[in-house]
């Protein structure tokens, strides 16, 4: 296992000794060298499952073992956190019946216009993933929101950094306010 940016084992890149990994249901931890062995393997195809371990991850992805001695390399990237909440802002002497909707709320996230992940929040309305370094889009999905709700301000800019944690601007949504019509009367 290797950390680094670009999946190959490059100079300068730095193994990744006494970090757990996750095969087919199976845990390892690697030795010194960043390596661990799985013998008597029967031939097929064998998942990793995505890790996060001191402020590095791996991705989830699939390995064919198809010969007696099979070597492969497990990239790790450079992690940080996200995270982020909505709220609402509404008066509710203006609006019918309303009852806040926090939890399962869609936040998509891109990288140079490419969708990296969905994140969605919970009952509280706060939503928490982990993304390798660099910079991000975190977009409101629209559709997720009740009906006569709305977002001004879908998308927020943020660069994640390794190790730390990156906290979203909260997304505020309104509430359609009902109309009322007025008659006066005069005197």
Known sequence: MIKNTNNIYDEG???????????NNTSFKTDK?????????????????????GGWFTTERKYQVDT??????????????????????YDPKK???FDPK???????????GVFVQKAATDDF?????FLQTGT??????????????????????ITVE?????????FVIGVKERKMNIKRFGS
């Open 162 to 170: 390794a190790g730390k944690i990156t906290t979203v601007p909260a």
């Open 13 to 23: 890149d730095e193994v990744a000794s006494d970090y757990f990994i996750t095969m």
């Open 136 to 157: 991000y889009e975190v977009i409101l999905s629209e559709n997720s929101l009740l009906p006569n709700t709305y977002c001004d301000k879908t998308t927020h800019n």
């Open 33 to 53: 060298n960043g390596e661990f062995v799985y013998s008597s393997v029967p031939f097929g195809i064998y998942k990793i499952k995505p890790t996060t371990q």
């Open 68 to 89: 007696y001695h099979t070597n492969f390399e497990i990239p790790l990237h450079q992690s940080g956190t996200v995270s982020g909440k909505i709220k609402y802002d």
């Open 95 to 97: 609006v019918l019946d």
């Open 125 to 129: 309305g706060n939503f928490t993933t």
């Open 102 to 112: 926090t939890g399962g709320i869609v936040i998509n996230i891109f990288q140079n």
